[in-house]
């Protein structure tokens, strides 16, 4: 069974820095272009960065651009979103998303298949 998990989320203070993990298992994930997306408490789910493959060509919400930087290690079938310089409207939960057929910038039903995502919260 194809799945994603996501980690490494927590409180951090503005200014700080995370680094959130996708673990597939299941498929091989360097074959499927990745995407992360967000949701803040009250609010739909919104783009956040994509990486395509086989290209690992990278994406990024103009919110983010600068700050966050999206990865792939093969060995380990993971992807990581680095995040610097963290704000406040960083805040909420982080969905990883794997697809097949097209590069992930718009949430699809099909998505909510993958993981349950890992909560940022950027506070002092």
């Known amino acids: 069974q194809r799945q994603l998990v996501e980690s490494g989320g927590g409180l951090v203070q503005p200014g700080g820095s995370l680094r959130l993990s996708c673990a597939a298992s299941?498929?091989?994930?360097?074959?499927?272009?990745i995407g992360w997306f967000r949701q803040a408490p009250g609010k739909g789910r919104e783009w956040v960065s994509s990486l395509s493959s086989p290209n690992d060509n990278t994406h990024y919400a103009n919110s983010v651009k600068g700050r966050f930087t999206i990865s792939r290690d093969n060995a380990k079938n993971t992807v990581y979103l680095q995040m610097d310089s963290l704000k406040p409207e960083d805040t909420g939960v982080y969905y990883c998303v794997a697809d097949r057929i097209e590069l992930p910038i718009y949430w699809k039903t099909e998505y909510d298949r993958w993981g349950q995502g890992t909560q940022v919260t950027v506070s002092s």
């Open positions: 299941g498929f091989t994930m360097r074959n499927y272009a």
